[in-house]
């Protein structure tokens, strides 16, 4: 199959390129030409609009940041409905089983599958093509692409026939991430102004039961060092936090400490924090406190 990939930000780069550099070869689209040029000094194509990079591959990959921008690119006037040749879409973004649902079903009518495979594990497991990809739809259709999935996710988890499946499993996923930061940060900076020293605080941590992936990687690696580079902006945070709700009160199952995180993080947005990174949700808390947890790496 040749492929197409569509949406070169952040996340999708690094997915693109771990295709690009198993198949030799790979059609992109990014609205920002700047995004889709780091592919293109690799040898990948830089198309038009998605209906151009539809229209050369057989399966397209998209990673996209919003759910307009989902729609847009599946099933818009120049989107991959309208490409003639593509005839398997895959999802690789967070966009909630409702709106997957619906552009599954809109594609059908012209004899597209889809496959939705949302993926996690953060950007710099990415590169290395060690994240996890979340899988349902078809059986048939999964296993026919599994191989290019394999490119860049080290862990692939086939869900279920049901189209979304893997959406609520990725929305479950994405509040525990949330919430287990924030809960991290209230904790480092408990800690700081107690006087603990940061690193001992985390090495206790993470050799207890409190130990979880903001503890392991996010606080040591991206805020200890105060350079906030996850390279997970807030704003998709906001994105995944409302339609997570969305889904969990869609399914009636009660959310209480999911709420309250959610709170925290969208307060934080509201006093301006939208533009930044997700790990900068500790200067709010800081600031809360009246004390600093002091860079050490």
């Given at each position: 199959m040749k492929a197409g990939f569509i949406g070169t930000g952040s996340m999708g780069c690094p997915l693109a390129d771990n295709i690009l550099r198993q198949e030799g070869s790979l059609a992109i689209y990014d609205i920002d030409p700047d995004a889709a040029r780091r592919l293109t000094d690799k040898q990948a194509r830089l198309m038009a609009s998605p209906q151009a990079v539809a229209a050369e591959?057989?399966?397209?990959?998209?990673?996209?940041?919003?759910?307009?921008?989902?729609?847009?690119?599946?099933?818009?006037?120049?989107?991959v409905i309208a490409g003639g040749r593509a005839n398997l879409f895959v999802n690789l973004g967070t966009m909630g089983s409702t709106?997957?649902?619906?552009?599954?079903?809109?594609?059908?009518?012209?004899?597209?599958?889809?496959?939705?495979?949302?993926?996690?594990?953060?950007?710099?497991?990415?590169?290395?093509?060690?994240?996890?990809?979340?899988?349902?739809?078809?059986?048939?259709?999964f296993d026919r692409v599994r191989p290019l999935i394999e490119a860049?996710?080290?862990?692939?988890?086939?869900?279920?026939?049901?189209?979304?499946?893997?959406?609520?499993?990725?929305?479950?996923?994405?509040?525990?991430?949330?919430?287990?930061?924030a809960l991290a940060c209230e904790g480092l900076v408990m800690g700081a102004k107690a006087g603990l020293d940061p690193e001992t605080v985390l090495e206790v941590i993470n050799a207890g039961s409190g130990q979880n992936s903001a503890t392991l990687t996010k606080i040591p690696n991206h805020v200890l060092s105060r350079k906030f580079d996850y390279d997970a902006p807030m704003r998709?945070?906001?994105k995944d936090l409302e339609l997570w709700q969305s889904e969990a009160e869609a399914l009636g199952v009660p959310q209480w400490v999911g709420n309250a995180a959610r709170q925290l993080y969208m307060h934080s947005m509201a006093m301006g924090s939208e533009g930044g990174d997700l790990t900068e949700i500790i200067k709010d808390i800081e600031n809360w406190a009246g004390v600093e947890v002091p860079k050490t790496r």
């Amino acid at each position: 199959m040749k492929a197409g990939f569509i949406g070169t930000g952040s996340m999708g780069c690094p997915l693109a390129d771990n295709i690009l550099r198993q198949e030799g070869s790979l059609a992109i689209y990014d609205i920002d030409p700047d995004a889709a040029r780091r592919l293109t000094d690799k040898q990948a194509r830089l198309m038009a609009s998605p209906q151009a990079v539809a229209a050369e591959s057989d399966v397209v990959f998209a990673c996209l940041p919003s759910t307009d921008s989902f729609h847009a690119v599946a099933t818009g006037a120049d989107g991959v409905i309208a490409g003639g040749r593509a005839n398997l879409f895959v999802n690789l973004g967070t966009m909630g089983s409702t709106a997957v649902r619906a552009v599954s079903d809109r594609l059908a009518e012209q004899g597209i599958e889809t496959l939705d495979c949302p993926i996690t594990g953060g950007t710099p497991r990415a590169w290395d093509g060690d994240v996890t990809a979340i899988a349902s739809g078809p059986r048939a259709v999964f296993d026919r692409v599994r191989p290019l999935i394999e490119a860049f996710a080290s862990k692939v988890v086939y869900v279920g026939e049901q189209t979304g499946q893997s959406q609520t499993l990725k929305l479950i996923n994405n509040m525990l991430s949330c919430a287990n930061l924030a809960l991290a940060c209230e904790g480092l900076v408990m800690g700081a102004k107690a006087g603990l020293d940061p690193e001992t605080v985390l090495e206790v941590i993470n050799a207890g039961s409190g130990q979880n992936s903001a503890t392991l990687t996010k606080i040591p690696n991206h805020v200890l060092s105060r350079k906030f580079d996850y390279d997970a902006p807030m704003r998709i945070t906001r994105k995944d936090l409302e339609l997570w709700q969305s889904e969990a009160e869609a399914l009636g199952v009660p959310q209480w400490v999911g709420n309250a995180a959610r709170q925290l993080y969208m307060h934080s947005m509201a006093m301006g924090s939208e533009g930044g990174d997700l790990t900068e949700i500790i200067k709010d808390i800081e600031n809360w406190a009246g004390v600093e947890v002091p860079k050490t790496r």
